[in-house]
């Protein structure tokens, strides 16, 4: 029975750092895309569509930066 509690413990916090790392990860994109829009409304939800597309496309996240930026230079403001 001591094994299966450390065992189940041991998985879920595992689990736990796993899921934060993600999270952590997910802010911290999101931040970077919100800061390259400044405070134009029109923009960030412009640049937060741009990050779900570069998700969706597979951007890996060291050319994430790049990739944003190039984005961002090519917005219109209607």
């Known amino acids: 029975m001591d094994y299966f509690i450390i065992v189940v413990t041991t998985a879920a916090g595992l689990y736990f750092h796993w899921w934060l790392f993600r999270r952590i990860r997910q802010w911290s994109d999101r931040d970077l895309a919100l800061s390259m829009a400044g405070a134009d409304a029109g923009k ?3 640049m937060l569509e741009q990050l779900a597309r570069a998700q969706q496309e597979g951007v890996r996240r060291r050319d994430l930066p790049a990739w ?3 984005v961002a230079a090519q917005y219109q403001a209607d």
Request: glycine fraction near 0%.
């Open 44 to 46: 960030r939800s412009f």
């Open 68 to 70: 944003l930026e190039r």
